[in-house]
């Protein structure tokens, strides 16, 4: 009852753990030493109870239980969605791993593991047989319920090939997982194929350390020790003991080569701080080596893979260690740059927006694209503003991101094959893709979408704020006295959420007849809030000051105290209605169109 009760999640645990065994599954389906591939879960702390003869030995789980309560789930989830495609007796076959022999027990002891109270009676009632959401008693205080539906849902989406790539990019054919309308009733050939991969997986290839007590052993200073003592070694410190142990083999000045190379970078404490990607928190040396490998190596490398994988395809035993030590330096060194370009230019605009755009996994590009010699600065710049136009006008129109690293890979592939043209290669490829999960929108979809669409609630915040500050910068030229746009900018609506006591209807002049008309008003006003045209940027304490105000206070308030070009040119009106949002967002969408080129060549 002491312990805390269940409380993993999607983001921080499940979603992880799911990309784990996703892929374990890849690397069987085209990898003949697949079974050498595992995903070590850590360590468990049992403690033995006392058990009478004949029955089944007890344990109390002391370090440990969200991890094995994770995997019942996962293990129960997978054996109801194989039943569900008419695989029982590999769903029959999970269930002995997660159920007691019913001769041999009865009541709560026929399950494996027995959760801490709070989570009982929903852990009873998902780990049924027939645990679906539609006939079991759902528990709203925990998130036993919820992980059991994620891993459900993963599941099957796998089993049946919904997660797959809608369209692979480049003309590539995607798999279909149906044989036609001759299918036979029943799983087909290809979905049992997934089933026993996903049975492999979950029953051999999922591994723990099982840590069980002795009769004297403290299981607190234990517990303590292996929760809240220590710093945990990085996949990129695991990098540094083997390669400089091959250095050693080859008989290399491994005393130089660390105090000279890899102390002064790799070694620096930059390395160890957190940095969000996605979802999740990882240090930087990580994602450096995420990103280097997948430059290198040309496919995904997930984060639980990172030190195998180099060992296994970057650190050969005929692989020179010294030259590795010092490719691993500049290449280091290089994206570390990646904090901190020239102030103004071309590149400080990519990063800062990439950092908006939450684009990480397109650094392998970025890498290459600067760590390359054969590519000269103009082609890498060229490149740099492809692929964010790519990201911005995607994020924009809110198009999925979820397949980008996926896509990502075999762009690098390409771009490898001609470096001298690899802003040529790029290019090709973008502009060649038609399928939702890459396609580049082109300049009429882009326009009609920022111009006609609400953004404002759509689009995230800050990258409304980006591309307004970018229409901005479009506005700049060597005339401009006051170039630098200020970082603490937000969003204001210039026809305010709540205008109808400061904007009253009719207030330009105009003669309402009856109340069919002022309803229609209304809902046309309505109807512009959250267009683009309505949006602008000023600082914090600008917006504050013009709030809900009419038209005429806010018109002021700009021209004394803005000095955005942007703001300007709202300030010149005399009046702001329907027809200047309008006339207005038409306008933002073709500067932004301008700032972020659509994928005709022409424009490149």
Known sequence: MYQRPYVWNEEDQWA???????????????????????????????????????????????????????LQLIVAAAAKAMGDVGAENDAALLQELTTNNPRRVKGDERLKVWPTSANRAAFVAVMSSNGSSTDRWNDTRNRINDAFDYFTARVTEYLTGAEEIEDEPFGEAA????????????????ILARVERLRITLCDLLKVVSITLEGDDNAQVIFETLNARGTPLLALDLVKNAVFRQATSQGCDTDHLYEQVWRPELDDGYWRRERRQGRLNRPVAELFLMHWLTMKLERVI??????????????????????????????????????????????????????????????????????????DRTRRVRALRMLESWLARRALMRLTAK??????????????????????????????????????????????????????????QPRLVMALAAAEMSLHSTKTDIRNIPSNLSLEHILPNDWEDSWPLGADGGELIDGEVVEQAAAERAARLHKLGNLTIVTQPLNSAMSNAPWSVKRAELNRHTRLLLNARIAERDTWDEQAIDERGTWLAHTLAKVWPGPDPANW
């Open 16 to 70: 992880p753990l799911w990309d784990d065994i996703t892929a374990l599954l890849q690397h069987q389906e085209g990898d003949e030493l697949a079974m050498l591939w595992s995903h070590f879960l850590g360590a468990v702390v049992l403690d033995q109870e006392n058990t009478a003869p004949g029955q089944i030995p007890r344990f109390t789980v002391i370090d440990g239980q969200q991890r094995l309560t994770t």
């Open 175 to 190: 798999e279909t997982i149906d044989g036609g309308a001759d299918t036979p009733p029943g799983p087909s050939g290809k």
């Open 302 to 375: 997930p984060a639980t893979e990172l030190f195998a994988t180099f060992r296994q395809n970057v650190l050969t035993s005929d692989a020179d260690a010294e030259a590795l030590i010092r490719e691993l330096r500049a290449d280091a060194v290089t994206m570390r740059a990646f904090d901190t370009p020239e102030a103004g230019s071309s590149e400080a605009d990519f990063f800062a927006r990439l950092t908006v755009l939450d684009a990480g996994t397109v650094l392998p590009i970025v890498l290459l694209l600067f760590r390359s010699p054969e590519i």
């Open 403 to 460: 397949n980008y690293n996926r896509l990502v890979p075999r762009l690098v592939a390409r771009m490898k094959a001609d470096l001298v043209h690899a802003d040529d290669v790029l290019l090709q490829a973008l502009s060649g893709s038609e399928g939702e999960i890459s396609r580049w929108p082109d300049d009429e979809e882009f326009i009609n979408f920022l111009s006609t669409r609400d953004v404002y609630g759509w689009v995230a």
